[in-house]
């Protein structure tokens, strides 16, 4: 699924972050109700967030820390609603301030929203690298949830949302509430939940999906990076971001990392011989002393090559010793392994990672896509980093295409290869492999 912003080509965005303005929440929410049928309300839910403390950060850090800590806010929403929202339309806001919108049009449960803004408040808590990388920053989202009702006007959505979010600053430790006089679902715990997952992976339940990767310059399907999805039985589908945060809580996250690595090279080795495979590396990972020795054995049991392998880190993965990461992935390059530093220019774009890790690609993060239509700046970034990759003799890959003007910018930028939804979703082993066999 495609953000509306995406879809409908929106321009209206915060200059800070690139999300969508409180006008762009609007126009979504009255686009939805007119295209509401019968007086039944479209699947409309809502979201407001509230960052407490936000004004601690600008005084102990300063203003550009806060910025900073904004535009991660804004890149872990993106990157949530992306994972999560994937049989509808959403938009993400900035509103002002320390505070952001989630909307989306998509049929779902009570129960399941209100995990959404639960799951949602983990990740916009997790702590935050500052600027100059001597610390970090923690901020305490509240969240107001609610759904739309039939023919409901955006501005008594937001007013709602705002009241409520109000009533819930004041209430220490009460990080969601709705934005009716209803009681809120009695939801799952999270030890419960915890135990799912591990049961879940022991009955191999946890799906693996693939993003398929094209050429730039022919459309030619060149590879998928492999993405793990879990369908719970109460909450519906998690996607890969709170799936290893659930796996961090309950310490398994070496666990799940392994069987999805397991399934997708088992899952890969059936394709022809021209395809690559990209996977994801977690923190946890990184830090085990063994990973690259384990890693290889799993590699070479699996029987898929590892010159046809790419291991993806993200910034997050590197916030901890920088060069024992870079040790352990020089160790699995040497097998032949290529590495891709995942999310590029989403984060601080830390230029240290350039030099001292063994890279084969960078990776493009979604929001340096997002308004390359638009926005002359954002092209002028988009160049810059394409030439900094060239220099470094660095492949480029683009993610988040969505439009075919998006697709053409990045080609004629120098960007190598794309994923997105301009040609595919995620696709399940089978559905994959039936693409990979269509002539070209």
Known sequence: MTSLSHASGQSRRDALTGLADSEAV?????????????????????????????????????????????????????????????????????????KFALVAREAMSRERWQWLGEALGEALAAPIATLDRS????LWPRIALLRVLPGERADHVVDRLAGT?????????????????????????????????????????IEIVFQPQYDMADDRLVGAEALARWNH??????????????????????????????KAL??????????????????????????????????????????????????????????????????????????????????????????????????LDRSMIDGIEQDERDRAVLRAIVALARALDLTVVAEGIETEAQRAIAHSEGCAVYQGFLRSAPLSPAAFLKVARLPA
């Not at 610390?135 to 923690?138: H, P, Q």
């Open 165 to 205: 979010l109000a009533q819930a600053h004041d209430r220490p430790g009460a990080r969601i509430a709705w934005a009716d006089r209803t009681r809120s679902p009695a939801g799952i715990r999270a030890a419960e939940i915890e135990a799912d997952l591990l049961t879940a992976i022991d009955h191999g339940e």
């Open 26 to 98: 609007g126009g979504a929410l009255d686009i939805w109700r007119a295209e509401a049928t019968d007086g039944k309300a479209a699947p409309v839910h809502a979201l407001l967030i509230g960052l407490g403390r936000f004004d601690a950060v600008n005084l102990a850090y300063g203003e550009a820390a806060g910025d900073g800590a904004l535009v991660e806010v804004a890149r872990r929403i993106l990157h949530f609603a992306a994972d999560e929202l994937v049989d509808g339309e959403w938009l993400a806001a900035r509103l002002g301030g320390g």
């Open 266 to 363: 088992a899952a890969a080795r059936v394709w022809s011989r021209d395809l690559r495979l990209s996977i994801n590396v977690t923190p946890a990972d990184l830090a085990s002393p063994n990973f690259a020795q384990d890693f290889a054995a799993l590699l070479d049991a699996s029987g898929f090559a590892a010159a046809r392998l790419t291991l993806e880190i993200t910034e997050q993965v590197l916030l901890g010793d920088l060069e024992r990461c870079a040790a352990t992935l020089a160790t699995l390059k040497s097998r032949g392994i290529h590495i891709a530093l995942d999310d590029f220019g989403g984060g601080f774009c830390n230029f240290r990672y350039l030099k001292l890790l063994p890279l084969d690609t960078l990776k």
């Open 135 to 138: 610390g970090t920053v923690r």
């Open 233 to 262: 039985p109460r909450i519906g589908q998690i996607g890969a971001g709170a799936l290893f945060a659930i796996a961090e809580r309950a310490e398994h996250v070496a666990h799940l990392s392994r069987h999805i690595a397991e």
